[in-house]
């Protein structure tokens, strides 16, 4: 006689035995919806659709696995799926197990090909002369604010914001010492140090700190070092073999940062979006406030709005606008119509798909 035990584990090899029949059943469709993209002209990534995908899921989701749990499952299945049409090709900023790397897998899946670049810069290089088709770039932090550097390329490049990824910025101490007795060095990069400045005086008040130009480089760096660690993610650990000896060591557990899916093209609308836009006002009294007005009067509403230095002319400012909505939404149009009327400058850098985490 089985046990009740053995009977539950045989019901659950006939539910993974479904489970593997049908994920090839869709991968099958997926190839032949990756067939009729190439002769429509069409990318195999789609971040609209594949919000909308995102979407469904969860109604379709009655538990017991969480949101999160069925979102991450999924992505890998989606992320596999876009591998069999056609491998997803992506530039971040570098280098390997960056955060800007482990954003992008999290977006993307672990079935895309990553090319790390050395400065942002690099990344709207790569994806301007088509060498990939996708970037992904930092553009704010919670805590340390915006990008500039993103920011400056914004504003000449061709390329659209075509997606965005919130990430919760979680610092490891890392090293290749079994625990945190023998540590006597501890390095990694400026910001990372300073956001974990209380627990390193609490826990490791006695270790000397060291600057680093990244937190994966520092993992780099104590690899096979005993007496050193680093300050870093996850993911530098598991890339590096390296144990993680705390986690969650950082001061403030709302630091997220934001980034940018950047590409071609554009992205259709979800019900759920959001719009990126600059422009530049008129030296004159109230021109912002008359800038503004617009949105006011359709109860548009604007997430973030911020001024940046035109690098040119001295004490020029362009304004970096986030608002709820997209572009193709006759409201936000005829806002932005209005606009433009009222501006010296305007640019719609891109309407996409909200992200959770995000406003």
Known sequence: MKSELEKLR????????????LLNERAQVSVQIG????????????????????????????????????????????????ALQKPTAIAFLGPEASFSHLAAR????????YYPQS???????????????????????????????????????????????????????????????????????PQALAQCRSWLKANMPDCVLHEAESTAAAAQMVKGKKTQAA???????????????????????SNTTRFLVIGNGDSGKTAKDKTSLIFATPHSPGS????????????INLIKIESHPVKERLWEYLFFVDVVGHVAE???????DELQAKTTYLKILGSYPRAEGGL
């Open 10 to 21: 045989d019901n659950m090899k006939e539910k993974d035995r479904e489970i593997i029949r």
């Open 35 to 82: 067939a009729v993209k190439g002769q429509e002209g069409l990318t195999v990534y789609d971040p609209s659709q594949e919000a909308r995908v995102y979407g469904y899921l969860q109604e379709l989701n009655c538990g017991p696995l969480p949101p999160t749990a069925i979102t991450a499952i999924f992505r890998e299945i989606i992320s596999a799926s876009r």
């Open 106 to 113: 999290l977006h993307f899946g672990d079935s895309s090909r």
């Open 119 to 189: 400065g942002i810069a690099g990344v709207f290089d790569e994806v301007e002369k088509g060498f990939v088709d996708w970037g992904v770039v930092p553009v704010e932090n919670s805590l340390e604010g915006s990008v500039n550097i993103t920011l400056d390329r914004l504003i000449v490049t061709s390329l659209k914001i075509r997606a965005e990824i919130y990430l919760r910025i979680s610092q490891c101490l890392i090293s290749s010492a079994a625990g945190l007795d023998d540590i006597k060095n501890i390095c990694s990069h």
């Open 231 to 253: 300050i870093g993610s996850s993911l530098a650990a598991s890339t590096n073999g390296l144990n993680i000896l705390a986690e969650g060591i950082e001061d403030n557990i």
């Open 288 to 299: 912002l406030h008359l800038a503004l007005a617009p949105f006011a009067e359709r109860g």
């Open 330 to 336: 006759k409201e936000l149009k005829s806002c932005l």
